[in-house]
């Protein structure tokens, strides 16, 4: 097959998954300047590049959000750099992921996240209040509107060097690693990369969950469901769901960023349900490495769950690039 032959495939290939509703966003390239400024503020080493695609696969609707925000500081500036991603996967509806979508971050600024210096604690304790005010004000509306979805949540926090990830259910977020302390080899050879999954999934069925829920007077099936009906047992909303143990309350974890990071994948559970950790993230490398913007990566990762490993759920997935100086 002749090499034009195989880049008219390619483009006729990507044409058709803009057409099947392989939804990416505009592309977000960050523009930041490295160094120290005049308030001696360090400022990060690298640059962020950011896209997201989702599609609904099999479903009749679409009840996945998402966010990208390279400058997250709205209200609330200061000299921290501020950068925010995340996926709300909903279920029972939309309503729930999309009032996290828009509350959330916000709500977190509002608690106290850092924007002169990194404060792990501080920053552990924003999101933390974040979340469950956004889960409150989110219960109170669901009663007054009369409706019961509820959205689990994997969430990017980008302040200055330093990454905080923070979840809900089973939408997982996954960094890739260099394994040799490199970023890329003179040589050209491609450098070996391990997936490492920063998030914790909740489900009923976990010990440490099952206890909770039986302490509330719930109960977990055989087949993992919570009360024979929900798989996850942390997420936003669920109102009838959380007298019997379903809380808001996220894992919370944090760490540098330094030549050794390449990216992250932010994915829900449908794209989970097809590609493994490390299978995804040699997926996205490869295509990275030929040189595709990270738009095109993204759409390719959900076209590859949905199209070729028929994932049946709603799939979204934002790819966060660390571009180091």
């Known amino acids: 097959m002749s090499e034009s032959t195989e880049t008219q495939k390619r483009q006729a290939a990507d044409s058709e998954s803009k057409e099947n509703a ?8 960050e523009s930041c300047g490295t160094g120290t400024d005049g308030n001696a503020v360090k400022k990060p080493s690298f640059l962020i590049e950011a896209d997201a695609a989702e599609d ?7 009840e996945d959000a998402s966010v990208m925000l390279l400058d997250a500081s709205l209200d609330y500036p200061g ?12 279920h029972g509806g939309r309503l729930a992921a999309e009032y996290a979508q828009k509350h959330l971050h916000r709500n977190v600024l509002s608690a106290g996240l850092p924007r002169e210096l ?4 501080e920053a552990r304790r924003a999101i933390l209040n974040g979340f469950l005010k956004t889960d409150e004000s989110l219960l109170q509306e669901s009663a007054e509107g009369g409706w019961q979805d509820g959205a689990t949540a994997v969430c990017v926090w980008v302040l ?12 997982k977020a996954v960094l890739a690693r260099s394994t040799d302390g490199s970023q890329n080899h003179p040589d050209g050879v491609q450098t070996q990369l391990k997936a490492i999954v920063l998030t914790r999934e909740h489900k009923p069925i976990f010990p440490l969950e099952r206890a909770r829920i ?17 798989e996850i047992s942390r997420a936003f909303g669920d109102r009838q769901f959380k007298k019997v143990g379903v809380v808001a309350t996220p894992d919370i974890y944090n760490f540098e960023v330094n030549n050794t990071e390449h990216f992250i994948i932010l ?10 950790p490390s299978d995804a993230v040699d997926f996205v490398q490869k295509l ?3 040189g595709l913007p990270v738009a095109t990566v993204s759409r390719r990762l959900v076209r590859e769950a949905v199209r070729e490993r028929r994932c049946k759920d709603n799939c979204s997935a934002i790819i966060i690039v660390f571009k180091h100086n």
């Open 56 to 62: 609904k696969g099999a479903r009749h609707t679409m």
């Open 214 to 230: 039986e302490k509330a007077g719930g109960f977990v099936c055989p087949d993992g469901r919570l009360l024979a009906r929900l």
């Open 160 to 171: 200055g060097q330093r990454v905080v990830v923070a979840n809900l259910g089973d939408a």
């Open 267 to 276: 994915g829900c559970d449908g794209l989970w349900g097809v590609f493994g």
């Open 22 to 29: 392989v939804a990416s966003k505009k592309p977000k390239v």
């Open 118 to 121: 990194f404060d792990a604690k």
């Open 79 to 90: 000299n921290l750099r501020c950068a925010h991603f995340a996926i709300y996967d909903g």
């Open 288 to 290: 990275l490495n030929e």
